[in-house]
């Protein structure tokens, strides 16, 4: 087929911020394959790393080939704990919203959310000094949360996720 041209290491720093530019632009195809460049020639690339997961779950929507698993694979690849944790709960977090945008079950979807919450908990007993994005994210699932009720409805099971398939919610 085609064999792809190398980015040179000087490109890379450019590269990014066209990424980031794309993520912006809702355009995370192209953001993808920027971070896939700079990651060919870059392997351990943090930024190019969270962009790409980033980009990744900006596809998370309904005839989108990119799931949770997919998202999930970049994990391993983060060197900061609190990272590893933080984008563990943002994979959670926007694969729950998109399951309610979906109509599914809303303990279904909830059950991403309280999973988004436990990792966001999580980041936050580790988070910097003066960085608290984790709170902010915990925040933003428990209204949603709150304002759907969905303890009313859900089972209880449901709302202590732990597993990994896409078409359910961790259990």
Partial sequence: MFELKPLSKE????????AERYRLL???REAESICCDVLKTEPENQ??????LLALTDQFR?????????????????????EKLY???????????FQLKEAVPAHLAHGWLREAM?????????????????ILRWNACAR???????AERA?????????????VPPR
């Fill in 11 to 18: 490109a890379i720093p450019r590269a990014l911020k066209r």
């Fill in 26 to 28: 809702n355009e995370p």
């Fill in 47 to 52: 930024e190019a790393l969270v962009m790409l």
């Fill in 62 to 82: 309904k005839g989108s080939t990119v799931g949770v698993n997919q998202a999930r694979e970049i994990l391993p690849r983060l060197k900061d704990e609190y």
């Fill in 87 to 97: 984008y563990a709960g943002v994979i959670c977090e926007r694969w729950g919203k």
């Fill in 118 to 134: 436990n990792c966001f908990e999580r980041a936050e007993a580790l988070s910097p000094w003066q960085n608290e994005d984790a």
């Fill in 144 to 150: 949603i949360i709150m304002r759907e009720r969905p």
């Fill in 155 to 167: 089972a209880p099971e449901a709302l202590s996720p732990h597993g990994v398939d896409e078409e």
